[in-house]
Nanobody
Framework: QAQLVESGGGLAQVGGSLRLSCVGSGRSFSTLNMAWFRQGPGKEREFVAAISRDGFRDLYPDSMRGRFTISRDNDNDKVTVDLQMNDLKFADTAVYYC??????????????????WGQGTEVTVSS
């Protein structure tokens, strides 16, 4: 059974950093584009970053470009996708979800572009 498992969430200070990790197993995730989304309290799910299956292309919303970096490591048996988050802000408090979707030429920034989701890892930014 294909699954994604996130880790690395927790408590961070404003201006600090966190590194989230997502491990895929149960199928060949190396053929899929991968992404991170987040959902804050009372908010809709929001696009954070995406990376192509070969790791050569990435995509960020303007609000996160330069602060967040997505990367991936394709192994034969599993794929790891990391999200390095720097200069954290209160607004970054959310549950962060890893997702996988079809390897389209254009990286998707909508939840509908992905069909395998992890359970999420919670990030809280405080002063």
């Amino acid at each position: 059974q294909a699954q994604l498992v996130e880790s690395g969430g927790g408590l961070a200070q404003v201006g600090g950093s966190l590194r989230l990790s997502c491990v895929g197993s149960g199928r060949s995730f190396s053929t899929l584009n991968m992404a991170w989304f987040r959902q804050g309290p009372g908010k809709e799910r929001e696009f954070v970053a995406a990376i192509s299956r070969d790791g050569f292309r990435d995509l960020y919303p303007d609000s996160m470009r330069g602060r967040f970096t997505i990367s991936r490591d394709n192994d034969n048996d599993k794929v790891t996708v990391d999200l390095q988050m720097n200069d954290l802000k209160f607004a970054d408090t959310a549950v962060y979800y890893c997702a996988a979707g079809a390897a389209m030429m254009l990286l998707g920034d909508r939840p509908q572009n992905y069909y395998i989701w992890g359970q999420g890892t919670e990030v809280t930014v405080s002063s």
